[in-house]
């Protein structure tokens, strides 16, 4: 039954009809800036989904995803050399693949960001030469300073924490996951940058890997980011980079690049999850102002409960001044109604109540508020307050 409310009372709200769904959960509190199934909050956003890719072609990314290596040769333009920024880069396209050329050097996107969802492909080449850390070396670096490890690992060991798919020199991938050499494997990537608030870590950053769907790494803290034969201090990180490819000199392929950008955490100004008090407060105060012009356009009830629920979020004297006021005149109303026809007002008469109640019970309007003892009275003397 309680599905049934909530989805009706869902599509309702779609519309923007008032306050349906409203004093129903949990309500807002001093960390949570929402209630519980809050009809106010967001709908998330849409992402149309893309394909997975096969061993013979690449799938097609989301559709709200950023491509930086689609498999054209125009997709180049996108890429430079870490080295010499200005010159054009001599990573080549072949057969659709981004291809590091051997002593090349690194690449690096133009574009930069931070916190992402990063989906890549790669292949080490099909002829297997060399052992350990030199064959099919190469890397994806996150903002150019953590590398999540790119090694033809299969059947070929190597220190544990420079394996394919460890955070390089910080924490080995739980699993080996690898196709033979020459096969595409498949990287997602989910990257949380080290957070810093007036030089303390709020949030050491951290990378989720998996590798052609088998879990990697698992939210793995990134202790600095790591390094080559050298622990790194924990350090703050630029607000932005760009992706960084690594040239180990081992021609290793690239195809179907691409991230998403997340919303930011908590720490850094994200209104999801536990809130500090500022931070609720605040949004609570949005989320009500917001409330208060929706009420402004609409009429009579819907007017009222509105302005009412607004008072979860916020303890505004002229909204409670007026919600006081519209609950009485409301109520004094119904009471002119003929007793023959008080029936066709028991719904609204009762979801007022329920308004009140639950803003009472949470101490959103003071006991003395003028319609509450008013509204009890009447039901119970219309004996709507017997259950049948
Ligand atoms: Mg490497």
């Given at each position: 039954m309680r599905l049934i409310i909530s989805v009706a009372a869902l599509m309702v709200h779609a519309s923007n009809l008032?306050?349906?769904?409203?004093?129903?959960?949990d309500p807002p509190d001093a960390h949570h800036p929402w209630s519980i199934h809050d009809l106010n909050r967001p709908q998330p956003p849409r992402a149309e989904p893309g394909t997975f890719s096969s061993q013979a072609e690449p799938g097609k990314p989301p559709s709200d995803a950023i491509v930086l290596?689609?498999?054209?040769?125009?997709?180049?333009?996108?890429w430079q050399p870490v080295?010499?920024?200005t010159e054009a880069t001599k990573w080549i396209v072949q057969d659709g693949a981004l291809l590091c050329v051997p002593k090349s050097g690194y690449i690096r996107t133009k574009e930069e960001f931070a916190d992402c969802q990063l989906h890549i492909e790669w292949s080490a080449p099909a002829k297997v030469v060399g052992s350990?850390?030199?064959?099919g070396n190469s890397g994806v670096f996150l903002m150019g300073l953590v590398e999540v490890q790119v090694l033809d690992n299969y059947e070929n060991p190597t220190y544990a924490d420079g394996?394919?798919?460890?955070?390089?020199?910080v924490n080995p991938p739980m699993a080996n996951a690898l196709q033979k050499p020459g096969e595409w494997q498949v990287y997602d990537i989910i990257f949380r940058r080290p957070l810093f608030k007036d030089g303390r870590e709020v949030d050491p950053g951290a990378l989720t890997v998996f590798c052609n769907g088998v879990?990697?790494?698992?939210?793995?803290?990134?202790?600095?980011g790591g390094g080559h034969k050298a622990r790194s201090e924990p350090h703050p990180f630029p607000d932005k980079g760009p992706l960084q490819l690594q040239d180990h000199g081992n021609p290793v392929r690239y195809r179907n690049i691409w991230y998403r950008p997340l919303p930011p955490r908590a720490a850094e100004g994200?209104?999801?999850g536990l809130l500090t008090v500022e931070a609720a407060t605040a949004k609570k105060m949005e989320i009500a102002n917001n409330i208060r012009q929706d009420a402004a356009r609409l009429e009579g009830k819907a007017k009222m409960l509105r302005l009412m629920e607004s008072l979860c979020y916020e303890q505004n004297e002229t909204a409670l001044k007026d919600s006081a006021a519209m609950a009485t005149t409301f109520l004094a109303d119904v009471k002119q109604v003929p007793a023959a026809k008080i029936e066709l007002r028991k719904g609204d008469v009762l979801e007022l109540n329920k308004a009140v109640q639950y803003l009472a019970k949470y101490h959103f309007?003071?006991?003395?508020?003028?319609?509450k003892g008013e509204l009890e009275r009447f039901i119970k003397e219309q004996g709507w307050d017997k259950k049948r």
């Open positions: 008032g306050a349906d769904g409203a004093f129903y959960g290596f689609g498999g054209t040769e125009a997709d180049l333009s996108k080295k010499n920024p350990s850390q030199n064959r394996f394919a798919g460890s955070v390089y020199g879990l990697l790494q698992d939210h793995t803290p990134l202790e600095g994200g209104t999801d309007i003071p006991g003395d508020f003028a319609a």
